[in-house]
């Protein structure tokens, strides 16, 4: 299973990005998705999180109102697009699937991780 996230760059504030996730060697379909992100010296975070299907989408407090996460099935790639960046945001953005029947905030039940992309708003 590889999950090839992209997208990251530098970015100032008030700007914009589109993460992508590209996925193979899984029935992409068949998984719910999320993103996840670390800042340097802090823990992971949930960033967002999506049904197989493209429904239940479901957002960190942080980021709720200025990130948006969709899928393409047929494309088998996860995206999230990220509005109204700010310092804060500053991180590694990481793609992550899961099996379970539900759609999970918690990284202890993703089953399989990109290696992540950096994104970094200055301010």
């Known amino acids: 299973v590889q999950l090839q996230a992209s997208g990251g760059g530098l970015v100032q504030a008030g700007g914009s990005l589109r993460l992508s996730c590209a996925a193979s060697?899984?029935?992409?379909?068949?998984?719910?998705m999320a993103w996840f992100r670390q800042a340097p010296g802090k823990e992971r975070e949930f960033v967002a999180a999506?049904?197989?299907?493209?429904?239940?989408?479901d957002y960190g407090d942080s980021v709720k109102g200025r990130f948006t996460i969709s899928r393409d099935n047929a494309k088998n790639t996860l995206y999230l697009q990220m509005n109204s960046l700010n310092p804060e945001d500053t991180a590694i953005h990481y793609c992550?699937?899961?099996?379970?029947?539900?759609?999970?905030?918690?990284?202890?039940?993703?089953?399989?991780w990109g290696r992540g992309t950096l994104v970094t708003v200055s301010s």
């Open positions: 060697g899984l029935t992409f379909s068949s998984y719910h």
């Open positions: 992550a699937a899961t099996g379970r029947v539900y759609v999970s905030a918690s990284d202890r039940d993703y089953d399989y």
């Open positions: 999506i049904s197989w299907s493209g429904g239940s989408p």
